[in-house]
């Protein structure tokens, strides 16, 4: 844990500089949690290692030193779709901001070469694949750098889920400019990965900084998975109607399939995933940034770099494969601190075909032992019957409320368990009996099948109904018994072998079957829990006043309204999202305070300098062609609580998609 000095150690840089420049560009009064003192030192000219939850301010660590240092800040960023977005944001503020990449011309390179030579960028960005060209490692020793920014650091991890080869180059900025101060970011990383980033990025003498990963205004769900796809209708009617959000399934077909079925019932949806040609999936990513409702169902190969701040709800379809995994695709919902949902429907084909896809993956058995741990910590995540969130943030090394957060599915209705031994040597007897006495191994259903005593046309071709174990479990439902069947391999008791995925036994299933431990197990709920069921008694409202942005008063709604509609004029003009313009928690506290005048409007947290010259009078028109602030309360809300500096998450240009085994 290195440190270094104060910002004063640099010559002509003091604390109130940086401060100023958070009022002047960004229009907030003071920093949030460890912004200031990881500003601080990066300004210095130290190294940094930050590790912050999506929408914890982790960009303005290094704009702010790209602004009060000398020289052009390099942000290494793995995506370069999303680039022209960062920079339109900046340039709304602004900042003088540019990149380069393959999207642009030989001229519109050139341009940009020279901006940065001439010393008129305060920020560039890269892609990491271009530290690999001589040329632009040759153009930047001829400029003045001010800070290295590598964004999405996990990427450097091999054993990470969005692993980037050329992240492994990125050791050179150090050795070459040794000067000059890295600062290396990611929103999710176990123990582990953040040794590994600090190792292979060789910033040994770097400062750490960890911030809490806790984001309270996310709710997080697991339904026991029926018919997913009108469970989430069901989910999106009751709760979201009219919201942005993303639906994550693990295949291309399935992520068509729920599109079309969304569409079909009047819920505006567009696919996403890597095998769409590249123009469709421009124009349906543009469209969800640009328009308000929107839903994208998508594969992983979305939502890294989607820096919306009212994704509403972040849904999942299938089972993610690991815990980071998971994290960061639900960290992509409510960026703007008011309250959103992580929704996801789980069963018992979700365990098999993860385990499947360990097994015949191209990997080598180090790979699949990893692949398994990850796959073992989601399941705990999903069988628990404790608090999701003290179970994510244990996950993550950090200590978690041991009374449990309030606001998630088991805080709000703590499911039952119930003593599982016996159920569960049923059904291992039953996949003994097969493999000794018939030498055969079935699947899920047709040993559920043999326990409750069904004839089906399976067990009769087999004789299976003359096994002494034929209709012993005739005491629970097929749900309760694929229920024990799921639990039991996530407990590790049971095991899934070759392509059909068979049913085998473990080392451990032997302590059961003799008696030698219990399993304890979560009941199964008669029928699958309704949205508007699984929340509190009182419905969304309650989650809502947990939410760093309060509901507006009614009387106040008709003015928001009014100044959406503005805002969203605005960007069709300049063809930018809406959001560029300013956030909704920055509209809500505009009809909170209602200024009359320009100076009043700038006290208006995300409401800079740049913004104020811009937009000012037009905000100033709408809100006094209302007439009054009816209902409108003075008093302003703390500076940072409307998502200062809020981070770019890169999507990745080419994220390896899963086979189409769905």
């Known amino acids: ?35 200031a003192e990881i500003i601080e030192h990066v300004v210095a000219g130290g190294d940094a290692v930050v590790l912050m939850p999506t929408g914890g301010g982790k960009s303005l660590c290094y704009q702010i030193p790209s602004l009060v240092r000398p020289g052009t800040g390099i942000v290494v960023s793995p995506l370069i779709a999303l680039m022209q977005d960062q920079v339109d944001a900046l340039r709304a503020l602004g900042v003088r901001a540019g990149f380069m990449n393959s999207t642009q011309d030989f001229g519109e390179r050139r341009v940009v070469e020279a901006e940065f030579l001439s010393g008129e960028l305060d920020l560039l960005y890269l892609a990491p694949e271009r530290l690999r060209l001589d040329s632009t490692l040759d153009l930047l020793s001829r400029g003045k750098i001010a800070v290295f920014a590598i964004d999405e650091a996990h990427c450097v991890s091999q054993w990470g889920h969005d692993f980037r080869p050329d992240y492994l180059s990125l050791s050179l900025l150090g050795e070459r400019w040794p000067d000059v101060p890295r600062i290396a970011l990611t ?20 400062r750490h900084f960890v911030a809490s990963f806790d984001r309270p205004n996310i709710q997080y769900r697991i339904v026991p998975k029926a018919d997913p796809k009108k469970q989430l209708l069901g989910f999106l009617r009751e709760e979201h109607a009219g919201d942005a959000g993303i639906v994550y399934c693990l295949s291309r077909k399935s992520v068509e399939s729920t599109a079309e079925f969304l569409s079909r019932n009047g819920i505006e949806a567009v696919p996403y995933h890597a095998g ?121 090394g950090q200590d978690p409320d041991q009374a449990g957060c309030g606001n998630c599915d088991t805080c709000l209705t703590p499911p039952e368990t119930w ?105 199964e709920p008669k029928k699958p829990a309704s949205a508007k069921s699984a929340g509190s008694s009182s419905g969304r409202g309650e989650r809502k006043a947990k939410a760093a942005v309060a ?53 208006i947290g995300g409401v800079g300098e740049k913004k104020l010259v811009t937009y000012g009078e037009g905000v100033l028109e709408v809100l006094g062609g209302l007439g009054g602030p009816a209902g409108a309360v003075p008093s302003p809300s703390p500076a940072g609580d409307t998502d200062p500096g ?17």
């Not at 600090?198 to 003498?205: A, C, E, I, S, V």
């Open 187 to 206: 929103a999710t990383a176990t123990d582990a990965t953040h040794k590994e980033i600090t190792q292979r990025l060789h910033m040994p003498t770097a």
């Open 276 to 396: 769409l040609d590249s123009g469709t999936r421009a124009a349906h990513q543009s469209r969800f940034l640009r328009e308000d409702g929107l839903i994208v169902v998508a594969t992983i190969a979305f939502g890294m770099g989607i820096d919306k701040p009212d994704v509403r709800f972040v849904a999942h379809l299938d089972l993610p494969k690991s815990v980071e995994g998971y994290y960061q695709e639900t960290g992509r919902a409510g960026r703007d601190g008011m309250a959103s949902t992580a929704w996801m429907a789980y069963g018992l084909n979700d365990v098999i075909q993860q385990r499947k896809m360990i097994q015949s993956s191209e990997g080598d058995e180090a790979f699949r032992r990893r692949a398994a741990a990850h796959l073992e910590s989601m399941l705990a995540l999903c069988e628990t019957a404790q608090c999701r969130r003290s179970q994510l943030l244990a996950y993550f």
């Open 646 to 662: 809020a981070d770019h998450w890169p999507e990745m240009d080419a994220e390896p998609e899963p086979e189409d085994w769905i």
């Open 551 to 603: 509901e507006l008063p009614e009387t106040l709604v008709p003015a928001f309204e009014a100044l959406r509609a503005w805002r969203a004029e605005q960007a069709r003009e300049q063809g930018v999202p809406a959001y560029v313009i300013f956030h909704d928690a920055t509209l809500r506290e505009i009809v909170t305070v209602w200024p009359t005048s320009v100076t009043e409007l700038g006290g």
């Open 419 to 523: 003593d599982g031994t016996v159920a569960a040597q049923k059904v291992l007897s039953t996949v003994v009996r097969l493999q000794r006495e018939r030498g055969q191994k079935f699947g899920a259903v047709q040993i559920v099948d043999i326990l409750m005593g069904k004839r089906t046309g399976k067990v009769i071709q087999f004789d299976h109904d003359q096994l002494s174990v034929f209709g012993i479990g005739e005491d629970l439902s097929e749900g309760e018994w694929r229920g024990v069947v799921r639990q039991l391999l996530a407990q590790g008791l049971l095991a899934v072998e070759g392509e059909y995925g068979t049913l085998v036994l473990t080392e451990a299933s032997g302590t059961v079957l003799r008696r030698e431990r219990d399993v304890p197990l979560r009941k």
């Open 1 to 35: 844990m290195g440190g270094m000095g104060g910002i004063a150690e640099m010559p002509g840089v003091t604390d109130s500089e940086a401060l100023a420049t958070l009022h002047r560009v960004f229009g907030y009064e003071t920093f949030r949690g460890e912004q």
